[in-house]
Each structure stands twice: as C-alpha cells, then as structure tokens.
C-alpha cells in the first residue's frame, strides 16, 4: 500500500487549504484513514480520522469546527479540508492508514502505511 499525500503549501491565517491522499494497493473502503501532523519540535500528533464505513469521524479538539475529513472511494482518494487555518496549524501533515477499523481516534502505533508528508505553513 502507498499513500500520496499532496495540497500543502504556504498561507496566511485565516486562509484555507485541502490535502489529498491518493492511495494505491489496496481499497480505502477497508482501511481506516487519518491524518497527523508533526510541529518542528514536537512530536507527532493526531488530527483527524474516519472509519471503513465513513460514518465516523474523529478530530482533535484543536481542529474541531475548522477542519473536515473526507474520503471518495471511486478516486480512492482521502481529504483534509483546512479552514480558518492558525499559525499553530503549522506543520508537516501526514496521511496514515490503519487496515483495521477504528472505534476511537486513529492511533499512531496503530497505523500501518504512512504516507510522506506535506509541509503547511501558515503564517500571521
């Protein structure tokens, strides 16, 4: 399985971006997908997540309300919609799927591909 994420880039607060992740080998149908994110200095932590099923979804506190997971599963494709974005966001985003589901947040040793990350700056 691999995991092509793609969509980041530089904005200001405020200001919006979509991540992609595109995966190959295997179904999102039957994968739990998520994202993370990782914050020069700190350690990696979970963003967003949704089921095999698509009718859960997870999200940190910290993105609740301003950011959106979604999947199409004829493009086998994994969204991350990013609004009202704040200089905290900043930080490389990764793609990360777990081939069993989910019945809570995505966890980081639970994943099992991990897709390459996508830098997002947001600045003031």
């Known amino acids: 399985v691999q995991l092509q994420a793609s969509g980041g880039g530089s904005v200001q607060a405020g200001g919006s971006l979509t991540l992609s992740c595109s995966a190959s080998?295997?179904?999102?149908?039957?994968?739990?997908m998520g994202w993370f994110r990782e914050a020069s200095g700190k350690e990696r932590e979970f963003v967003s997540s949704?089921?095999?099923?698509?009718?859960?979804?997870y999200y940190a506190d910290s993105v609740k309300g301003r950011f959106t997971i979604s999947k199409d599963n004829a493009k086998n494709t994994v969204y991350l919609q990013m609004n009202c974005l704040k200089v905290e966001d900043t930080a490389v985003y990764y793609c990360?799927?777990?081939?069993?589901?989910?019945?809570?947040?995505?966890?980081?040793?639970?994943?099992?591909?991990w897709g390459k990350g996508t830098q997002v700056t947001v600045s003031s």
């Open positions: 990360a799927a777990d081939v069993h589901d989910i019945a809570s947040i995505m966890k980081e040793d639970g994943v099992d591909y």
């Open positions: 080998g295997r179904t999102i149908l039957s994968m739990a």
């Open positions: 949704i089921t095999w099923s698509g009718q859960t979804i």
